[in-house]
């Protein structure tokens, strides 16, 4: 009896199992057990999306940077760069001592001097010394570019070469607007005394004042300042 109640209702059973296969499979759907594709559309809808600016900033320094590698340079701009071993750690090497150091400067002397005098009937007769040489002089003569003013037992008026009166004091030295200035040759170790107008090395020496010298590189026209660090 039981093979003829089934056989009489197969085709309800089927669809009574065909239904209850599609509730279960629309509620492990939705409970998320088969995967399932995302909604793209419905993703990108609640994306935000910004305008890409017309340019960008703050890229000047490497444009710069770009222009100056297309530029040729001389090879010889990289040879430091392959002076050393790869291998070594690099060490930079101290600069270069300087040609010159200034050591001392002084103020020279006048190269006339008033020693003494005779004075007899007729005057006085002046002893004058001018660069190691001895002369005995009258007022208004002339000996090495200078004339001779006044004689008094005091001292004697001159003028020199340009004109310029200077006082004599009797046995007094007095000093000139002329320095001379020691230097030290840092490539030979030797110390030089130097005065304006002298040339050096190739180095005419421009100016000396006080506190420093000035040197012209007679190759490169460059000027070069020594300035005094130590006093003798």
Known sequence: ????????????????????????????YKS?????CPDIEKK???????????????????KEAIIDLQKEREFSQYDKYFQNDGFTKYVELPPPEPLFELKSVKRL??????????EYTGGIVGQINIGGATYFVRKGEKIEGYEIIDLTRDYTLVKDSQRKEIKLPLREKLLSDEYEATIFLSDEDETVKIKKGDVIKNFMVLDISPTYVVLLNQVTQEKEYLTLTSKE
Do not use: C, H, Q, W
């Open 32 to 36: 998320g057990f088969f995967l399932r």
């Open 1 to 28: 009896m039981d093979n003829r109640f089934l056989v009489k209702n197969i085709e309800k059973l089927i669809f009574f199992v065909l239904v209850v296969i599609l509730i279960l499979a629309t509620v492990a």
């Open 109 to 118: 002397p006048l190269d006339i001097g008033y020693n003494g005098f005779i």
């Open 44 to 62: 990108l809808s609640n994306v935000r999306f910004v305008e890409p600016p017309d340019k960008i900033g703050g890229l000047d320094r490497y």
